[in-house]
């Protein structure tokens, strides 16, 4: 997976601001020519992958649910917070992840009970509790203002999940309508859980598969701020 990531991020290089492909609404060339990079190496390496841009490929007994390049809109404006995410699941559920921001290098790593890192340093969610002293970031806008210190909706959500695990985010949803892929979200839920964080969906629909389902996932750095933010997204 560091491998498929460190492709990804080569293989981008003189694609951005090229703008939309014209295959598939909201798909970008830079999204084309990471994946290609990306699949190449994890089902060269014996893994199935599931990808958001090319669905399905390979043979194996693990799967890697792969986005290319998550925050591709960021990416191709210049805007310096996009990712690839990668994660690997078994018969048991989420094994690991990889999540790299390739504006910046920073690499966030997790293996199924072993904890997570960035950049190879332990990290912890954090320790807030109440949502009025919270920074939550959200997928989309929240309709109306939920008592939260203050909000940031960035565009990446594997990315939004690891600043959850490493505690720069208190907390992260989706707002109104907005719906995640288990590629948008795996990689960064496997971190933020290792991290201490707490992992829910929404309408209580499982988040571990290897589909393109859409879920309403929720990470918070604590189980009571995790509670307080499900109060406000799910009242009218």
């Known amino acids: 997976m560091r491998q498929a990531a460190a492709a990804a991020g ?27 990079a990306a699949v190449e190496i994890l089902v060269g390496g014996g893994l199935r992958v599931l990808s958001e841009e090319s669905g399905p490929s390979g043979s194996g007994p693990l799967v890697c649910v792969l986005d290319p390049i998550d925050g591709s809109t960021n990416c191709d404006r210049g805007i310096p917070f996009f990712s690839t995410s990668a994660c690997v699941l078994d018969d048991q559920g989420m094994r690991c992840a990889v999540v790299v921001n390739h504006a910046t290098g920073t690499r966030y790593e997790a293996v199924r009970g072993g904890g997570a890192t960035r950049d190879g340093v332990p990290i912890r969610a954090s320790g807030v509790h109440v949502l009025a002293d919270a920074i939550i970031g959200f997928s989309g806008l929240p309709a109306r203002y939920g008592g939260w210190a203050q909000f940031r909706a960035l565009g990446s959500a594997s ?59 929720l990470a918070a750095g604590t189980a009571a701020l995790a509670e307080e933010l499900l109060s406000f997204c799910m009242s009218p």
Do not use: N
């Open 10 to 36: 080569a293989a981008i290089e003189g694609q951005q601001g090229r703008g939309f492909s014209g295959e598939r609404d909201s798909q970008y060339f830079l999204d084309l020519t990471a994946d290609k």
């Open 159 to 217: 990315l939004e999940m690891c600043a959850v695990a490493d505690g720069s985010l208190d907390g992260y949803t989706v707002a109104a309508h907005s719906r995640l892929s288990p590629w948008d979200y795996l990689g960064g839920m496997l971190i933020a859980l290792e991290a201490g964080a707490t992992v829910i969906d929404l309408d209580g629909a499982p988040l571990i598969e290897a589909s393109g389902a859409r879920r309403r996932p």
